[in-house]
């Protein structure tokens, strides 16, 4: 059980603030309920690809000593939960074609090692999701080189063969294994059994959207997810469940949440990218998201949404067109993120704006032909302590301030992150709950929603508005009180989260 949060409540009035107010306010704190423990699958995620983030044993290449080690850096950041890109030995550099699902890769350490994390990050109130990739294996698997042995091999029937070839959704020797195979949904029954045991809250599922191909792919996916979910959440029915369905049609995502705790939004990241990078009718923002939440809630009204603005299979925000070398619109697209409902997923060095991007098979010195290496590149501690060096680096980054650079100035990139974090922890309608709804009077320079939280008699509503222009805007509305911003007038890429009176929120939407 997490510590007690300690949250802002819905301030008691005597009389009715408005905006004409010089002095709006300040909520007082409530400590009556543990909003944690009654929303044990709700976090602010950080999302770590291990060989890149912070090297223990100084071999250049990041491990998971490493993160443990640097706990209180993301518990400082006010970071939550743990997703960590695949950690099981793989003849790759990215993991994704497992080689053994019960150790760990030996460039990042031991299973000890792996328990230590875990225990660790349990005592500063952090959980760890791990990357859980089923829908293959390497071909160097030993059941995918017993299969080849032939029908009289017991492993294959693990695998899909077709005219003497393995079928594989993703090439680079990833080999599909038969989901349809009652014995491999017993291997993966087993596999999500011993990490839970170790105290793993939860998993990622990789390629969800391939697990099972065929007339009905999605439908016979979606409910081979419900029946993994279901059988964890047996013995662990906190245990968290978030799946990738790589697609940028809303229903198809919502499809999957017939199994899934939570799904990548991928439509809302689109979005980001598309009207606060671009600059595309801005005017559709907040409607836009809204469609995405109207269209989850249809198949599931306790929908967890996993929204996130980058991850590794994409280019860098900071590398995105609109983006570049344009901080103010870096922080605006933080501040988006971390006031949308679900679970907020950062993905490391992004509160740097560190850079990276995609090569096309280039050859790069010192490392060989590269793809999506620099999509995952090694964090930036601005110091030699944890560095990791696998990597040479390509000069995208030589101008992006490190963190030793920005931990201790309120104007960096950094900063804007750990404020936000901290405001949404504090303030239950952004923390907790799926409610959202677009304001009402949205124009083409801010765009606003309101998010609202009620359990039992404790209710909060907040109004949050972004300005999607380089230029200041003014808005009138009417509010109790500033829980971000000390103004209506709204400077240029910035924000303002207000708290508004929840008997009154029909108003405002």
């Known amino acids: ?70 706990l209180d850096y993301l518990s400082d950041l ?27 890769n030996p460039d ?20 760890i999701v791990l990357d859980l990739v089923i829908n293959h294996t390497s071909d160097q698997h030993p059941w995918y080189l017993s299969a080849l042995g032939g029908e009289q091999s017991p492993y294959r029937d693990y695998y899909i063969f077709n005219n003497g070839g393995a079928f594989e959704t993703f090439v680079g020797g990833m080999k599909d294994l038969n989901l349809e195979n009652p014995d491999v949904v017993e291997e993966v029954y087993n596999i999500v059994d011993f990490y839970l045991e170790m105290g793993v809250h939860g998993f990622r599922l990789d390629a969800a959207r391939h697990f099972i191909e065929g007339v009905n792919a999605d439908w016979d996916s979606s409910l081979f997810i419900m029946r993994l979910n279901a059988h964890m959440k047996q013995t662990y029915p906190d245990s968290y469940v978030v ?22 939004n991928f439509p809302a990241q689109a979005t980001i990218l598309d009207k606060i990078g671009m600059e595309n009718n801005r005017s559709l923002f907040a409607s836009s998201l809204e469609q995405g939440y109207e269209t989850f809630s249809e198949m599931d009204p306790d929908f967890i949404d996993a929204p996130f603005i980058g991850n590794h299979d994409m280019d860098r925000i900071a590398s995105s067109q609109g983006f570049i070398n344009n901080e103010a619109k870096l922080k605006l697209a933080a501040r988006v993120l971390l006031t949308l409902p679900g679970n907020p997923f950062i993905y490391y060095g992004d509160e740097l704006g560190m850079k990276g991007y995609r090569y096309e098979g280039t050859n790069i010195p010192g490392y060989g032909i590269v793809y999506d290496e620099y999509r995952r590149q090694p ?14 680096s390509d000069q995208s980054n030589s101008n992006t301030d490190n963190l030793n650079e920005q931990i201790n100035d309120e104007d960096s990139l950094y900063f804007a992150y750990q404020e936000m974090i901290e405001i949404r922890k504090n303030n239950p309608a952004l923390m907790y709950g799926n409610y959202y709804k677009t304001y009402i009077d949205n124009k083409l320079q801010v765009q606003g929603y309101v998010r609202y939280y009620q359990y039992e008699d404790y209710e909060q509503a907040v109004l949050v508005i972004h300005n999607l222009t380089p230029d ?22 910035d924000t303002i989260i207000l708290e508004i009176n929840p008997d009154e929120i029909e108003a405002y939407s």
């Open 243 to 264: 799946s990738e369905v790589y697609v940028s049609r809303y229903q198809t995502i919502a499809d999957y949440y017939i199994g899934s705790d939570s799904l990548f």
């Open 472 to 493: 200041p805007y003014t808005i009138e509305v009417d509010f109790q009180a500033y829980i971000l911003g000390d103004s209506l007038t709204i400077e240029g890429y």
């Open 1 to 70: 059980m997490k510590k007690l949060f300690i949250l802002l409540s819905v301030i008691a009035l005597s009389i009715e603030l408005t905006a004409c107010k010089e002095d709006p306010i300040v909520p007082i704190i409530d400590e009556t309920y543990d909003f944690e423990a009654l929303n044990p699958q709700q976090d602010i995620y950080y999302q770590i690809f291990v060989r890149s983030f912070a090297d223990s044993d100084n071999d250049g290449v990041g491990d998971l000593n490493g993160i443990t080690q640097n």
């Open 379 to 392: 964090f930036l501690w601005g110091e030699a302590t944890y560095q990791t060096s696998w990597l040479p």
């Open 108 to 127: 990042y350490g031991t299973l000890e090692d792996l328990e230590n994390l875990i225990e660790q990050a349990e005592l500063r109130d952090i959980n």
């Open 78 to 104: 006010g970071i939550t939960a743990l997703w960590l890109l695949p950690i099981n030995p793989s003849p790759s550099y990215h993991g994704y074609d497992v080689l053994d699902y019960y150790d760990v």
